[in-house]
């Protein structure tokens, strides 16, 4: 086999170093895993560092938590992330594996699948993962190619420099506190979109039928306690979801489940007939309606399936859970348990 191949095959623990070509004119156009358009220029305002890699690739995935602990911690100076997973297949089950992923991993910044021009930028690309990292402007800086321990350290020196904070060789009390501050400090989320629970956000509405023809609002749950779910009926955890959410309104008479499918046909019939035959198969007794990418929308950096909100009697938002677990679930139970909730 080709050394080269072997290479991008493995994923990449390290290689020596070296001055790599700078990047000019960077671009791409693509849709993240929530939905969202976006472009280089989403991302000119701030300090980014995008990061080629694959789920089959140990040093990718050994870098992925040390890239969610700098996210959590930078983001507000204005720091951000864009990843391009490049899988095997590429289709519709490459989607579904990096949403997983991403659930597992608690993955927030942006995700998107790669596509061969974007890698095809970098000159000499050799291997993943290969960390892109660009000033403000997104003057290209950096290339770095494959992971190992200490690498984040070096990262994170540069993420200080290129946002002028201080000197790379932080202190661990300097540490501490950028985890402190990240932990309190509010994402800045539109009005009219759901982000976390005491993010404050404001406006979160909306209006349609539900499968029985039958309008629902969400101004009109008011005084009961509201999970909305974003859900589907056909993928791997649509039967879960839907064994859970049924299970939670048997045990909970108080509590108002509504769940929104994104369904893969726009035809209104053919969503219909879909959401009626998974309604029959599932013995489902709570709402169901039929939604898309435009609803997903309203949930800020909406990245996995299910994605579940619970809201209080006045319609604020309590918990948010993204995918299905056992700890997601026995969150949500714990929650509903809460004085005051699901009664």
Same mark, same amino acid.
């Given at each position: 086999?080709?050394?080269?191949?072997?290479?991008?095959?493995?994923?990449?623990?390290?290689?020596?170093?070296?001055?790599?070509?700078?990047?000019?004119?960077?671009?791409?156009?693509?849709?993240?895993?929530?939905?969202?358009?976006?472009?280089?220029?989403?991302?000119?305002?701030?300090?980014?560092?995008?990061?080629?890699?694959?789920?089959?690739?140990?040093?990718?995935?050994?870098?992925?938590?040390?890239?969610?602990?700098?996210?959590?911690?930078?983001?507000?100076?204005?720091?951000?992330?864009?990843?391009?997973?490049?899988?095997?297949?590429?289709?519709?089950?490459?989607?579904?594996?990096?949403?997983?992923?991403?659930?597992?991993?608690?993955?927030?910044?942006?995700?998107?699948?790669?596509?061969?021009?974007?890698?095809?930028?970098?000159?000499?690309?050799?291997?993943?993962?290969?960390?892109?990292?660009?000033?403000?402007?997104?003057?290209?800086?950096?290339?770095?190619?494959?992971?190992?321990?200490?690498?984040? *350290? +070096?990262?994170? $020196?540069?993420?200080?420099?290129? !946002? /002028?904070?201080?000197?790379? @060789?932080?202190?661990?009390? &300097?540490?501490?506190?950028?985890?402190?501050?990240?932990?309190?400090?509010?994402?800045?989320?539109?009005?009219?979109?759901?982000?976390?629970?005491?993010?404050?956000?404001?406006?979160?509405?909306?209006?349609?039928?539900?499968?029985?023809?039958?309008?629902?609002?969400?101004?009109?749950?008011?005084?009961?306690?509201?999970?909305?779910?974003?859900?589907?009926?056909? *993928? +791997?955890?649509? $039967?879960?979801?839907?064994?859970? !959410? /049924?299970?939670?309104?048997? @045990?909970?008479?108080?509590? &108002?489940?509504?769940?929104?499918?994104?369904?893969?046909?726009?035809?209104?019939?053919?969503?219909?007939?879909?959401?009626?035959?998974?309604?029959?198969?599932?013995?489902?007794?709570?709402?169901?309606?039929?939604?898309?990418?435009?609803?997903?929308?309203?949930?800020?950096?909406?990245?996995?399936?299910?994605?579940?909100?619970?809201?209080?009697?006045?319609?604020?938002?309590?918990?948010?859970?993204?995918?299905?677990?056992?700890?997601?679930?026995?969150?949500?139970?714990?929650?509903?348990?809460?004085?005051?909730?699901?009664?």
């Amino acid at each position: 086999m080709h050394v080269r191949l072997f290479v991008l095959m493995l994923g990449l623990a390290a290689l020596p170093a070296q001055e790599p070509a700078k990047l000019t004119n960077f671009a791409f156009s693509c849709r993240t895993l929530g939905g969202q358009a976006i472009t280089q220029d989403t991302f000119k305002d701030n300090v980014l560092i995008v990061d080629l890699w694959g789920t089959w690739c140990p040093p990718c995935r050994a870098a992925i938590p040390k890239l969610v602990d700098l996210y959590e911690r930078y983001k507000h100076h204005g720091v951000e992330i864009m990843g391009f997973n490049y899988q095997a297949d590429g289709g519709g089950e490459a989607v579904e594996t990096v949403r997983e992923f991403a659930v597992g991993n608690r993955i927030t910044y942006s995700l998107a699948i790669g596509e061969a021009a974007v890698r095809d930028q970098v000159p000499g690309f050799s291997g993943y993962p290969t960390l892109l990292l660009f000033k403000k402007g997104l003057v290209h800086d950096e290339t770095r190619v494959g992971f190992q321990d200490g690498d984040e *350290d +070096q990262i994170e $020196g540069w993420i200080r420099k290129a !946002l /002028e904070l201080d000197k790379p @060789d932080t202190t661990q009390k &300097q540490r501490d506190d950028d985890k402190e501050k990240a932990a309190v400090a509010k994402e800045q989320v539109p009005d009219g979109k759901i982000f976390m629970p005491g993010n404050g956000d404001t406006g979160f509405d909306f209006e349609t039928e539900d499968l029985d023809g039958k309008p629902v609002a969400f101004k009109a749950m008011r005084g009961k306690p509201v999970l909305l779910a974003l859900t589907t009926t056909w *993928d +791997q955890e649509a $039967g879960r979801t839907a064994a859970l !959410l /049924e299970g939670l309104r048997k @045990d909970h008479a108080g509590l &108002q489940i509504v769940a929104a499918c994104m369904e893969r046909t726009r035809d209104p019939g053919k969503r219909r007939e879909a959401l009626t035959a998974f309604r029959s198969e599932q013995k489902i007794g709570y709402t169901l309606f039929a939604a898309d990418l435009a609803f997903s929308s309203k949930v800020h950096l909406f990245a996995a399936l299910p994605t579940l909100l619970l809201f209080d009697a006045e319609g604020k938002l309590i918990a948010r859970e993204s995918g299905l677990s056992e700890e997601t679930a026995g969150r949500l139970r714990q929650r509903l348990q809460a004085p005051g909730q699901g009664k």
